[in-house]
Structures are given as C-alpha cells and as structure tokens.
Antibody, heavy 120, light 103 residues
Framework: EVQLVQSGAEVKKPGESLKISCKGS????????IGWVRQMPGKGLEWMGI????????RYSPSFQGQVTISADKSISTAYLQWSSLKASDTAMYYC?????????????WGQGTLVTVSS | EIVLTQSPATLSLSPGERATLSCRAS??????LAWYQQKPGQAPRLLIY???NRATGIPARFSGSGSGTDFTLTISSLEPEDFAVYYC?????FGQGTKVEIK
C-alpha cells in the first residue's frame, strides 16, 4: 500500500528555521516525483516544488524559489521541505504528494498534511 | 507561467443534479490537465488526469473533457459525498477552485 506520512504540526516564531518531512512507503521511492503543496488558511492549493529522489532533480515554482528548500534522503525514503527564516505568512498546511505520471506532475497519493503555525 | 481560471467560484446544486465545472488555461496545455477533489480537513484526491482519464477507484459519475485551453469536469448525478471543492491543475499551476455546495 502506497503511503506518505508527514511529520507533526509545528508552532514556530518568526525568524526561526524549520524542516518538515514526508516518508514514503509501498512503492519505489527513487522512481517517482514527490511534490510539496501549500494551502493557506481558507485558501486554495499552491504548487511549491518537486523533487525526483532518484537523482535529486528539484524544480521550484517561481513564487517559492529562494524561499524554501526541497530535499530528499533516499536511504530513508524521506523528502523534506525547509525554511531558514520563517515569516508569519508561512502559516499554512503543507502537503507532500506523489507524482507517478512523469513530468505532468499529477499527484495520485497525498500525505496527511503538516500544519505550520508561525506566530510571535 | 500558465494561469488556470476556474468557474464558477461556487456552484449551488441539489443531490441528483448534474454539475458542470470549467477550467480555462491562459495558453494551450494540450490534454495535460488534472482535476482534484478536496473535502474539509482532508488532503486533495486525484479524480481525472490527462483531461479525461479517471484515476484509480474514481466513480464513473465523474468525467472530464476538453483540450487546448478549455476543460470541463462533469459530475453526472451529485451524491451527498460529492459536495466539496474541486481544483484543476496543469503541471506547476492549480486553479483557484470551485466549491460545489448543497442548495
């Protein structure tokens, strides 16, 4: 059974760093894209970026380039999304999702989401 | 970047009625478009990929059509569990969503 299990909710202060995780199981972790999607409170879905764990090829939305870093550790089948300096506007639910449709980036499995709250 | 515009923003319908949702791309995307359903408190679920192919386990009442710049998601007869928000996606872009609510 394909599963993506994300790390738990986080409460952080502005300026702090953060790294959240997404562990894949039930499929070949190095063979498919894993993407990250932001959903701010009461808002729609925003495509942040995507990584191919097999060779660490990473692509970002222009809106998120330079704001976050996506990485993966294939030895433990885990992808990461990290911030070096959080802002209040980073408060959102973050989903990881599995893309098994090549460069079309369709996501057919999703993690349960990680709620990140940034508040002073 | 391609912009996807969904309409209407909200669709108020009764169970059993037909729902027709639209997604328009700012430039041709061929047939490379997906549709997702999201219910409150849940992650999105892939419904349709490549404009018209149902994802695994998706009921036949959901169908997708279109190519180029204009796409449609049709729910032939709304079930109570279909009231949700629907998003289209083309590669790195999501539409802003259409909420299907109970009339």
């Amino acid at each position: 059974e394909v599963q993506l299990v994300q790390s738990g909710a986080e409460v952080k202060k502005p300026g702090e760093s953060l790294k959240i995780s997404c562990k894949g199981s039930g499929y070949s972790f190095t063979s498919y894209w894993i993407g990250w999607v932001r959903q701010m409170p009461g808002k729609g879905l925003e495509w942040m970026g995507i990584i191919y764990p097999g060779d660490s090829d990473t692509r970002y939305s222009p809106s998120f380039q330079g704001q976050v870093t996506i990485s993966a550790d294939k030895s433990i089948s885990t992808a990461y999304l990290q911030w070096s300096s959080l802002k209040a506007s980073d408060t959102a639910m973050y989903y990881c999702a599995l893309g098994r449709y090549g460069d079309n980036y369709y996501f057919d499995y999703w993690g349960q989401g990680t709620l990140v709250t940034v508040s002073s | 970047e391609i912009v996807l515009t969904q309409s209407p923003a909200t669709l108020s319908l009764s169970p059993g009625e037909r729902a027709t949702l639209s997604c328009r791309a700012s430039q041709s995307v061929s047939s490379y478009l997906a549709w997702y359903q999201q219910k409150p408190g849940q992650a999105p679920r892939l419904l349709i990929y490549d404009a018209s192919n149902r994802a695994t386990g998706i009921p036949a009442r959901f169908s997708g059509s279109g190519s180029g710049t204009d796409f449609t998601l049709t729910i032939s007869s709304l079930e109570p569990e279909d009231f949700a928000v629907y998003y289209c996606q083309q590669r790195r872009t999501f539409g802003q969503g259409t909420k299907v609510e109970i009339k």
